[in-house]
């Protein structure tokens, strides 16, 4: 407690001096001082405090309450009002602040103290989590498989860029619409839309994936052929709260393995499928090392984290993807080793 360091904004001198006194006996640091927004503003800029006591009644042109907003437009610091300030209307204009904590003089000590441990620890908690979040939305922006979530209405919350290049939605146009309509997939053969993977999903709760050959329709008329899975989301009281797709564009790969079948009895090795052995394998090993920095990092934050933390289950359903994504490889890697094979020995 003892490291903590306390800024008091009073503009009275011996009511600041005795808050003073009451948190060095608390075991606080009271590094400094202020009397007006302007000073509690710099003072801030100066010895960075883990938290401000803020009065509502200051010297100078800004309350303690245009001060806060000040202040948070420029600090990450957590403010608790220490004020005799009672009105509604004063009480709303601090509420929209988000303050810490709202305390009114006088006060008994033990409630300044439990109000400013209060305060530091929920300021604690919000950083993780913003720090956890910022964590995800860097990795979902830098992984290959498309990744969309939806609430549980199975309205779109949340589109990665791949997701974006996959369906042809960005997330602006995609966020509130049904699953379903920007995700819409299709029977290869008959063009009839299939089973929503989410239905099934929610009545089994568990992870399900897509049909073998599914066929994505996205939003400019392209047809790609895809596979992924679907998750529900529950939260920490195991009510549902959505579903999460991770999805991967195949079309390439089923064209060229259906071009490999085609012409199984007539492929000859020659010098171009040596060379396309030699492309893929080397592309193929540097996946193989982006996915491991993944599935590192995936698992080192999944140790972190509770069961009932609701990141919990997107970071696993990531770490699920990269792990599919780890065959996908090895299957590059087979080929081109069968196809270096063929060439050596023809």
Known sequence: ???????????????????????????????????????????????????????IGLKGAMDGVETTERMQERFDVPVVYLTAYTDERTLQRAKKTGPFGYLLKPYEEKELQTTIEIALHKHKTEAARRQMQQWLAAMLRCIGDAVIAADARGCVSMLNPAAEALTGWSQEEAL???????????????????????????????????????????????????????APIYDERGSFSGFVAALRDVTGRTQAESALDQNAGEFRPNQEMETIGLQVGGLAHEFNQLLTVILGNSSLVLGQLSQSDPNHELLANVEKAALRATAVVKQLLDFSRKAREATSSS
Do not use: F, W
């Open 1 to 55: 407690m003892s490291s903590t360091q306390i800024l008091v904004v009073e503009d009275e001198a011996s009511v600041a001096k005795n808050i003073q006194l009451e948190l060095n006996s608390m075991g606080y640091a009271v590094p400094a001082v202020a009397a007006s927004g302007e000073e509690a503003l710099l003072k801030v800029a100066e010895v960075h405090p883990d938290l401000v006591l803020m009065d």
């Open 176 to 230: 509130g619409k049904e699953l379903l309509e920007v995700l819409p997939v299709v029977n290869p053969e008959t063009r009839t839309p299939l089973a929503s993977p989410a239905t099934k999903a929610l009545r089994e709760g568990m992870v399900c994936g897509l049909e073998a050959g599914s066929l994505l329709m996205a939003k400019d008329g392209k047809e790609k052929r895809v596979e992924g899975s679907i």
